[in-house]
């Protein structure tokens, strides 16, 4: 078995691009290097493919607020909802999909639309956040890694700052409210929710 999880990391970097570390700060997913390249890059992957920025170059900027949230369920196709809020506290929402699966290929662009939201709407996203305590939650998942499950992966910029939290199928929680939240604001039913 362990040589067999070598492998399958000894995969994993080598299939990292060279530009992961744009899209997330070094280390975030784990202090080990390799495994840190692995998340970053598989992450990365699903994320270009469906032509989204990296948020980590926003950093530094005061005037930019979003929040992407990457949902790769292992067998379905990858999404990914990307709120940028205005000045004037509106905001635009899109979503997007691949047509790969989020455990393995990516696939290419499948369904890009974006929509116009209201200060309401954002504020109560916001709100939710707030309650969650988003800024100060650990990146890694406190629990242990699960097999064939998904992968929640929330990033913010807001105020100079950005953060990053990753989970794995979260069962119930706050965290897991305030993503399927977005994910209605966005107009989407996703079937199955893992």
Do not use: C
Not at 31 to 47: K, S, V
Not at 117 to 123: E, G, H, N
């Amino acid at each position: 078995m362990p040589g067999r999880i070598a492998a399958v990391l000894a995969l994993g970097v080598a299939l990292a691009s060279p530009a992961a570390a744009q899209y997330f700060p070094a280390l975030a997913f784990s202090d080990r290097p390799e495994l840190h390249e692995f998340t970053a890059g598989w992450y990365e992957r699903h994320l270009s493919a469906m032509d989204e920025p990296p948020l980590l170059k926003s950093t530094g900027r005061k005037d930019v607020e979003v929040y992407r949230f990457l949902w790769l369920r292992t067998f379905h196709p990858p999404l990914a909802f990307r709120l940028e809020v205005r000045g004037d506290g509106t905001g635009t929402l899109t979503a997007k999909s691949a047509s790969g699966a989020g455990g393995y290929d990516p696939g290419r662009l499948d369904s890009n639309r974006t929509l116009a939201l209201d200060s309401k709407r954002v504020r109560q996203f916001t709100a939710t956040l707030g309650r969650l305590d988003f800024w100060k939650l650990a990146t890694r998942d406190p629990g242990p890694p699960g097999f064939d499950g998904a992968r929640w992966v929330l990033e913010a910029v807001k105020g100079g700052r950005y953060h990053v939290v990753d989970r794995w199928s979260p069962t119930g929680g706050a965290f897991r409210d305030a993503m399927l939240d977005l994910v209605a604001l966005a107009g989407m039913k996703v079937d199955p929710i893992y």
